[in-house]
């Protein structure tokens, strides 16, 4: 994990604790802590791919014969997104 990662966590685990808290107080100790298992789940992954290396797939056809725009695609997360190149 990055040291943005990190920062990332902090803030978000910062800002949305005292919220948890306080709900915990008002309701059963079981539902404060499903809460923030749930909110630690959230705050990494937000935190952990910011895709270091992603991969510029050409476009081309699926096996229903649609065709398919380029895309990138980060290995490390396996997210894509629609692909755009910087015109040089």
């Given at each position: 994990m990055?040291?943005?990662?990190?920062?990332?966590?902090?803030?978000?685990?910062g800002l949305l604790l005292p919220v948890v808290l306080a709900v915990e107080a008002a309701l059963p100790w079981w539902t404060g802590l499903i809460g923030g298992l749930a909110?630690?789940?959230?705050?990494?992954?937000?935190?952990?791919?910011?895709?270091?290396n992603p991969t510029l797939r050409p476009?081309?056809?699926?096996?229903?014969?649609?065709?398919?725009?380029?895309?990138?695609?980060?290995?490390d997360c396996g997210r894509t997104w629609r692909g755009?190149?910087?015109?040089?």
């Open positions: 990055q040291a943005a990662g990190f920062y990332a966590l902090n803030v978000i685990l909110l630690l789940g959230v705050a990494f992954q937000i935190a952990t791919c910011r895709h270091p476009a081309g056809f699926d096996r229903q014969g649609r065709r398919h725009p380029p895309h990138w695609h980060c290995e755009t190149r910087p015109r040089s």
